[in-house]
C-alpha cells in the first residue's frame, strides 16, 4: 500500500533554516507529482509547493516563494522542502500529498500523517 | 486567484441526518473541485473529485454534486465516524486552493 512518512520537524528560530524529507513507498514514484500542504495549529488547509514528476516543473504559494525549495529523489524515492528564513507563521503541521492521477494531477490522493515545525524565539 | 467560501462553519446534527455542506467559489471552476474530511489528530482523506467522482473506498452515503460556482456535498445519513470537519479543493491556474472547512459535530 502507498506510505507517504514524512520527518525532519522541529523547533527553529525567526530567520532559522529547516529541512523536511517525505519517504515514500508503494507506488510508481517516477510517474506522480508530489505536494507540501500544511496546516497552522487550528487552521485550516494551505497548499505550500508542487513537484511534478519529471522533476521539471515546481510551483509555490505566494506565502512560500522565494524562501522554500521542493526537490525530489527517484534513487531513495524521497521528497524534501527546504525550508529558509523562515517565519513565526509558518508554524505549521507539514503534509506531503501524492497526485491523485499519474502524469500531473488537480488533487491529493494519499496523504503522509504530518511533521509539525515550530518557529519561535 | 479563486477564493472558495464554505458554509456553514459548523453544523450540528444527528447520527442518521442528512448534511449538506456548501462550497462556493469566486470564479467559475468547471468541476474541477474535491472535497476531504479530517479528523481530529489525522491527515485529511479525499473524499470526492471532480465534484461527483467518489475516491477509492468511500462509502455510497457521500456524494457530490455541481458545476460553475456552486458545489454541495452531500452525507445521507451521518455515521458516528463521519462528524469531522470538511474541505473542499480547486486546482486552477498553476495553484492549490482550499476552502476554510466545515466541522460537521454532534448535536
Known amino acids: 500500500q502507498v506510505q507517504l512518512v514524512e520527518s525532519g520537524g522541529g523547533v527553529v528560530h525567526p530567520g532559522g533554516s529547516l529541512s523536511l524529507s517525505c519517504a515514500t513507498s508503494?507506488?510508481?514514484?517516477?510517474?506522480?507529482?508530489l505536494h507540501w500542504v500544511r496546516q497552522a495549529p487550528g487552521k485550516g488547509l494551505e497548499w505550500v509547493a508542487y513537484?511534478?514528476?519529471?522533476?521539471?516543473?515546481?510551483r509555490y504559494g505566494d506565502s512560500v516563494k522565494g524562501r522554500f525549495t521542493i526537490s525530489r529523489d527517484y534513487s531513495r524515492h524521497t521528497l524534501s522542502l527546504q525550508m529558509n528564513s523562515l517565519r513565526p507563521e509558518d508554524t505549521a503541521v507539514y503534509y506531503c500529498a501524492q497526485d491523485l492521477t499519474s502524469g500531473g494531477g488537480k488533487y491529493f490522493q494519499n496523504w503522509g500523517q504530518g511533521t509539525l515545525v515550530t518557529v519561535s524565539s | 486567484e479563486i477564493v472558495l467560501t464554505q458554509s456553514p462553519g459548523t453544523l450540528s446534527l444527528s447520527p442518521g441526518e442528512r448534511a449538506t455542506l456548501s462550497c462556493r467559489a469566486s470564479?467559475?471552476?468547471?468541476?474541477?473541485l474535491a472535497w476531504y474530511q479530517q479528523k481530529p489528530g489525522q491527515a485529511p482523506r479525499l473524499l470526492i473529485y471532480?465534484?461527483?467522482s467518489r475516491a477509492t473506498g468511500i462509502p455510497d452515503r457521500f456524494s457530490g454534486s455541481g458545476s460553475g460556482t456552486d458545489f454541495t456535498l452531500t452525507i445521507s445519513s451521518l455515521e458516528p465516524e463521519d462528524f469531522a470537519v470538511y474541505y473542499c479543493?480547486?486546482?486552477?491556474?498553476?495553484?492549490?486552493?482550499f476552502g476554510q472547512g466545515t466541522k460537521v459535530e454532534i448535536k
Open positions: 479543493q480547486h486546482f486552477g491556474t498553476s495553484l492549490w486552493t
Open positions: 470564479q467559475s471552476l468547471s468541476t474541477y
Open positions: 508503494g507506488f510508481s514514484f517516477s510517474i506522480y507529482g
Open positions: 471532480d465534484a461527483s
Open positions: 513537484v511534478r514528476f519529471d522533476g521539471v516543473d515546481k
